[in-house]
């Protein structure tokens, strides 16, 4: 349950910071660079979760079948 959440906010950060990025690049203002460094901290933590996630999900897979083959 917890994965499916971590992934899901992974994602809307990921989304999130993907079209802060968009947005600051292709409408120049007085907070462009604000929304860029805000969308690349997004991005960054939608990457890194994800790829912790999916880290910790193989490793949870790999002992669990050493578990099931002793047993």
């Known amino acids: 349950m917890l994965d499916n959440l971590g992934f899901a906010v ?3 950060c990921f989304l999130l910071g993907a079209a802060l ?3 600051g690049v292709h409408q120049p203002d007085a907070n462009q660079a604000l929304k860029i460094v805000s969308a690349a901290a ?3 933590l939608g990457l890194i979760s994800n ?3 999916v880290k910790n999900k193989l490793e949870w897979r790999r002992n669990y079948k050493k578990y099931r083959e002793g047993l």
């Open 42 to 44: 997004l991005l960054s």
């Open 10 to 12: 992974a994602f809307l």
């Open 51 to 53: 790829w912790l996630l």
């Open 21 to 23: 990025l968009y947005d």
